[in-house]
Each structure stands twice: as structure tokens, then as C-alpha cells.
T-cell receptor
Framework: NAGVTQTPKFQVLKTGQSMTLQCAQD?????MYWYRQDPGMGLRLIYY???????DKGEVPNGYNVSRLNKREFSLRLESAAPSQTSVYFC???????????????FGAGTRLSVL | EDKVVQSPLSLVVHEGDTVTLNCSYE??????LLWYKQEKKAPTFLFML????IEKKSGRLSSILDKKELFSILNITATQTGDSAVYLC??????????????FGQGTILTVHP
């Protein structure tokens, strides 16, 4: 029972390079999220997808794009990486949004990204 | 803008001590408050609180919410070294596109020495 799986676990990029972080969940959840975690700042929402076919910006979307490929998969793309994007990135999923769902989010193990 | 503040930011105790972690919040149209434990990797869910005054309990951990004073506490009794982690508090607002989006606090780093 894998839950939320993220790849890769670690990545080092040079400024200006691009890359895609992958996330997949096997819990048949409708909603998926991308966060970044920086020291002393908790988790900040980058983008989310309330359901398959929809995506919306979170608190810190600049420099990122996302794709909800299907119900299971939600990817995060850095088109031109910058040192300010050095962080730990977490993907999460939940059953769904709206008043009829308990929004308990389940997290992947994270991707540690360094941009030089 | 929704805001969550946790205190203390870090705490060092010895095994067997009891600790209380605090979480205060400002959120428009509160729906729920969640506690997570983060060891080396993924945050793992502990509790969800939606009603004031009802204690949630799991083993040595318990949590309670005060919606009037806008805070929650997480208690850990008889701490063990395995309780060493970052404890995260998050709140969810209700209504429109706010459903499902969590605002996290900075976290409290708990270190339990043998």
C-alpha cells in the first residue's frame, strides 16, 4: 500500500535548467497538492488540483507549472530553475474538497532539490 | 490572509516529561484544524479537530481546540525518544475555493533526550 509516491528523492540542478517532479497516489483521491518546505516557514502551497482536469494557484506559484495527468498523477515543473527554488517539495492528496469531505491530506516522502 | 502561529518553535525535554505544544490561528470562516508529525520525511496525520472543547486522544497524545480563543494545544505525556519530530499545525477554511487548502504554521521542533 504505497500511498503517495514522489520521484526523484533528490535532485541537483544548475540555474536555468528545467525539471519535472512526479507524484502519484493509489488511494483513489480526487484532490492533489504541491507544497514547498523551507526552514522556519512551514509548508507553503504552490499549486493544487481539486479534481481531475482542474488546477489552481496556491500561495507561492511563481516559477512553477503543474499538470494533472490523470486522477492518480500530478506533476510539478520548474521551467527555468533559480537558487530561490532550493527547497524540499512535498506532494499530498486528499479524498476531495468541499463541505462533504474531511480534508485529511496524506503526504509523499518529499523531493530535496538544490539549485546551484 | 489566513495565519497560523506555533509556539514554542523548539523544545528539548527528557524522556518521561510531559509537553504542551501551542497553535494559534486567524482564519476567515474556520472549518478544521489538523496536527501532523514530521520525522525525517513525510508529515503524518495525527488529529483533526472541528469542534471546541472535545478532546481527541491517541495513546499518549491528545489535542483540544478552543474556537472562541482561536487556539489548539497538543499534549504528549510520558515522552519517549521516538516522539522527537517536528509537529505541524494547519487550518482549513470553509467556503468556495478555500475548501481543502491548508495553511500551515512554522512547526515546533521537539527533541526528547534519553
Amino acid at each position: 500500500n504505497a500511498g503517495v509516491t514522489q520521484t526523484p528523492k533528490f535532485q541537483v540542478l544548475k540555474t536555468g535548467q528545467s525539471m519535472t517532479l512526479q507524484c502519484a497516489q493509489d488511494m483513489n483521491h480526487n484532490s492533489m497538492y504541491w507544497y514547498r518546505q523551507d526552514p522556519g516557514m512551514g509548508l507553503r502551497l504552490i499549486y493544487y488540483s481539486a479534481s481531475e482536469g482542474t488546477t489552481d494557484k496556491g500561495e507561492v506559484p511563481n516559477g512553477y507549472n503543474v499538470s494533472r495527468l490523470n486522477k492518480r498523477e500530478f506533476s510539478l515543473r520548474l521551467e527555468s530553475a533559480a537558487p530561490s527554488q532550493t527547497s524540499v517539495y512535498f506532494c499530498a492528496s486528499s479524498r476531495g474538497q468541499g463541505p462533504y469531505h474531511k480534508n485529511i491530506q496524506y503526504f509523499g516522502a518529499g523531493t530535496r532539490l538544490s539549485v546551484l | 490572509e489566513d495565519k497560523v502561529v506555533q509556539s514554542p518553535l523548539s523544545l528539548v525535554v527528557h524522556e518521561g516529561d510531559t509537553v504542551t505544544l501551542n497553535c494559534s490561528y486567524e482564519v476567515t470562516n474556520f472549518r478544521s484544524l489538523l496536527w501532523y508529525k514530521q520525522e525525517k520525511k513525510a508529515p503524518t496525520f495525527l488529529f483533526m479537530l472541528t469542534s471546541s472543547g472535545i478532546e481527541k486522544k491517541s495513546g499518549r497524545l491528545s489535542s483540544i481546540l478552543d474556537k472562541k480563543e482561536l487556539f489548539s494545544i497538543l499534549n504528549i505525556t510520558a515522552t519517549q525518544t521516538g516522539d522527537s519530530a517536528v509537529y505541524l499545525c494547519a487550518v482549513e477554511a470553509a467556503g468556495g475555493t478555500s475548501y481543502g487548502k491548508l495553511t500551515f504554521g512554522q512547526g515546533t521542533i521537539l527533541t526528547v533526550h534519553p
